[in-house]
């Protein structure tokens, strides 16, 4: 008889669709891993991203795959996912046929562990991993850093496992020197090294959820004292690619995070980012709309971010207006 209920129960967890919680400070590399669990995928996928601006760059970033993404608007840039996540999860979990794998990417400033409650508690899923990337060469800095260090901490706390993302960046003995600094701080935490979010599937679900509880402590979204503000950049016009990339590149420290759809002398319409001070521009494949320059940015609240991307692009769209 118990072995039966036992039966039972173990086909019920069978059943539930497996859910990876992928979290990471702006620009580590969350949608690069995605990118290329999406590639290994054998199975359907349904992807949640929560960006943190009110245009879904991120949602037009992601690759095709056989399964849907939906991408979850998020009026405050803050963590909080919002209501959209319970909306979008019942959305995706009604689909026939079901998905077999989901993937929430949260926001660079959001919690994960209170994305993986949501997880936890639905009786549908399986919580397989929360997974937070870091910017291996950035992230001692960032955790040291009195504004940004509670949001990054908060996201290591979450993890199940760690990607030491952009290793390719890293002198040698680096990886392991910042590892052991977050074990000092962090406990035994997991850790994958990887480039480009070069990271086999199979691993990230054979490691399972871990001992890492999600943390998922109270930092509403409401809260006016989160440290991070953002907004939108855009304008008409083909602009020099040499010009962007420096003006990006000058920008204020402060500006922590660039991305968007760009179009250039020498790309024609292109993705540029701007993350952990370096800029990259990729070609990109031609837009459905009219193309024109749009780019969200995220940095550090009260510092004049706005002005100082107004400043240092409005110049650049009129000169390559003017010729
Ligand atoms: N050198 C290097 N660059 C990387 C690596 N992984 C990602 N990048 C680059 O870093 C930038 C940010 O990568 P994303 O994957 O968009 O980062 P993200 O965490 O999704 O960013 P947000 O969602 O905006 O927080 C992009 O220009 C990537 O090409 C890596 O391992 N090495």
């Known amino acids: 008889m118990l ?4 039966a039972g129960a173990e086909a019920a967890v069978a059943a539930r669709i497996p859910l990876i919680v992928l979290g990471g400070f702006l620009g580590a590399g969350k949608t690069t891993l995605l990118n290329h669990l999406l590639s290994q995928a054998d199975r359907r996928v ?8 009110p245009i879904d760059v991120d949602a037009s970033l992601v690759a095709s795959h056989d399964g849907e993404t939906l991408s979850l608007t998020n009026g405050c840039i803050c963590c909080s996912i919002g209501s959209g996540l ?23 400033v959001s919690d994960p562990g209170r994305i993986a409650q949501v997880g936890l508690s639905d009786p549908m899923l399986q919580l397989e991993a929360v997974v937070v990337m870091a910017d291996a060469g950035r992230i001692v800095a960032q955790l040291d850093d009195p504004l940004m260090g509670d949001t990054v901490a ?28 977050l074990r000092a701080r962090y406990g035994a935490l997991p850790f994958l090294r990887s480039s480009f979010g ?7 679900l054979a490691h399972g959820p871990g001992g890492h509880a999600p943390d998922g402590d109270a930092h509403h979204h409401e809260d006016p004292d989160h440290p991070f503000e953002g907004g939108v950049w855009s304008a008409p016009g083909m602009l020099n690619a040499d010009r962007l990339i420096a003006a990006l590149k000058g920008l204020p420290a402060d500006v922590i995070r660039v991305k968007g759809r760009v179009v250039t002398d020498r790309h024609g319409s292109a993705v540029v980012q701007l993350a952990g001070g370096r800029v990259r521009i990729e070609k990109a494949p031609a837009a459905a709309e009219a193309p024109r320059n749009e780019l969200v940015y995220i940095g550090l609240r009260g510092r004049g971010i706005g002005a100082a991307v107004s400043a240092a692009l409005d110049a650049l769209a009129a000169e390559s207006r003017a010729g």
Request: glycine content about 6%; charged content about 30%; overall charge negative.
């Open 198 to 204: 070069r990271v086999p599937l199979e691993r990230i």
């Open 86 to 108: 319970d909306a979008a999860l019942i959305r995706v979990l009604e689909r026939k046929p079901a998905p077999e794998l989901i993937v929430i990417e949260a926001s660079g």
């Open 46 to 53: 349904a992807v949640m991203v929560n960006d943190f601006g």
């Open 154 to 181: 908060r996201q290591i706390r979450a993890a199940s496992l760690v990607v030491m993302n952009k290793a390719d960046l890293l002198g040698p003995g680096e990886a392991e020197s910042v590892e052991a600094e």
């Open 3 to 6: 072995s039966t209920r036992r």
